[in-house]
């Protein structure tokens, strides 16, 4: 794994196709574009080949899905896997919500992902394991999450990142965990939206290491919430994601490096 990997990024400016929520989408589209990728949302089956064939990669985010979003995700998702392009799921909620776990279970059946990105409730209900989850959030269940997601890992034939105050990426066989961050982030919806995003912007610019440039997202995400925390005198969530932002425009690959909590 390395860091390098977002000065590739900054110098490639690779094309993000989201296929947003409509509660985060202007937080996703600044956050990818301080940190140097190049979004695009579409909500449009017409032009899904199109958006495809120009994006480096894709991030399907299931937060506020309609029956025609979730025709279009699945048309998205079967032309990124024609094309060769990577493919990111954010399961929003699916583990609150018995319909999205079953909209997630058809798409995961009609083409293949390279990442499924959630937090704990989500990443539980779709490796079938008893958690309690919480409409968005991770809620409170027990349980050990190097296993919770290395079983959906398994079963998606994918890498997984169950995020949370510790991040967990896994290929399945290989675990690797992030402790960088800062509580902040849960105080501002839309982080997980957000970390979705910048996995795929990072696998479009290492699609033959999907599970390296997955460490370095959560690295890089997490490291610059927990950098402008470190600055905070008080918990300010609004303040917190407009700092975000700026700090992803301007973070180094050495600042990173020299706080990565990563093993
Ligand atoms: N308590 C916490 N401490 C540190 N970082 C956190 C904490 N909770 C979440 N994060 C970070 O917030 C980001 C979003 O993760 P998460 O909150 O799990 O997603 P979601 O918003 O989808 O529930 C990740 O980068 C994760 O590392
Ligand atoms: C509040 C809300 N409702 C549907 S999607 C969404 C945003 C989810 O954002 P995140 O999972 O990143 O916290
Ligand atoms: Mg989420």
């Given at each position: 794994?390395?860091?390098?990997?977002?000065?590739?990024?900054?110098?490639?400016?690779?094309?993000?196709?989201?296929?947003?929520?409509?509660?985060?989408?202007?937080?996703?589209?600044?956050?990818?574009?301080?940190?140097?990728?190049?979004?695009?949302?579409?909500?449009?089956?017409?032009?899904?080949?199109?958006?495809?064939?120009?994006?480096?990669?894709?991030?399907?985010?299931?937060?506020?899905?309609?029956?025609?979003?979730?025709?279009?995700?699945?048309?998205?998702?079967?032309?990124?896997?024609?094309?060769?392009?990577?493919?990111?799921?954010?399961?929003?909620?699916?583990?609150?919500?018995?319909?999205?776990?079953?909209?997630?279970?058809?798409?995961?059946?009609?083409?293949?992902?390279?990442?499924?990105?959630?937090?704990?409730?989500?990443?539980?209900?779709?490796?079938?394991?008893?958690?309690?989850?919480?409409?968005?959030?991770?809620?409170?269940?027990?349980?050990?999450?190097?296993?919770?997601?290395?079983?959906?890992?398994?079963?998606?034939?994918?890498?997984?990142?169950?995020?949370?105050?510790?991040?967990?990426?896994?290929?399945?066989?290989?675990?690797?965990?992030v402790?960088n961050g800062?509580?902040?982030?849960?105080?501002?919806?839309?982080?997980?939206?957000?970390?979705?995003?910048?996995?795929?912007?990072?696998?479009?610019?290492?699609?033959?290491?999907?599970?390296?440039?997955?460490?370095?997202?959560?690295?890089?995400?997490a490291g610059?919430?927990e950098?402008?925390?470190?600055?905070?005198?008080?918990?300010?969530?609004?303040?917190?994601?407009?700092?975000?932002?700026?700090?992803?425009?301007?973070?180094?690959?050495?600042?990173?490096?020299?706080?990565?909590k990563?093993?």
């Amino acid at each position: 794994m390395t860091l390098q990997l977002l000065n590739t990024l900054r110098d490639q400016n690779p094309i993000v196709f989201n296929i947003a929520n409509f509660v985060t989408v202007q937080d996703v589209a600044n956050g990818l574009n301080a940190l140097g990728a190049s979004p695009i949302m579409s909500a449009e089956v017409q032009e899904a080949e199109s958006m495809v064939q120009i994006a480096g990669a894709v991030c399907i985010n299931m937060g506020t899905l309609t029956t025609q979003q979730v025709n279009q995700m699945a048309v998205v998702g079967k032309l990124a896997n024609q094309y060769h392009k990577p493919v990111v799921l954010d399961p929003v909620a699916v583990g609150a919500v018995p319909y999205r776990k079953q909209v997630a279970l058809d798409l995961l059946d009609k083409f293949s992902v390279d990442v499924i990105r959630g937090n704990a409730g989500e990443i539980a209900a779709l490796a079938d394991i008893d958690w309690q989850a919480k409409g968005i959030d991770a809620g409170a269940g027990q349980g050990d999450v190097v296993e919770i997601a290395k079983r959906c890992a398994q079963q998606f034939n994918c890498c997984v990142i169950l995020s949370g105050p510790t991040d967990v990426i896994t290929d399945g066989k290989r675990v690797a965990k992030v402790a960088n961050g800062t509580p902040l982030f849960q105080l501002h919806v839309g982080s997980g939206d957000l970390l979705s995003s910048i996995v795929a912007a990072f696998a479009a610019v290492s699609p033959t290491a999907i599970y390296d440039a997955a460490q370095v997202a959560c690295v890089v995400l997490a490291g610059a919430g927990e950098l402008v925390a470190s600055q905070m005198t008080a918990a300010r969530p609004a303040t917190f994601a407009i700092d975000l932002i700026d700090r992803l425009s301007l973070v180094s690959v050495q600042e990173i490096q020299a706080i990565a909590k990563l093993n």
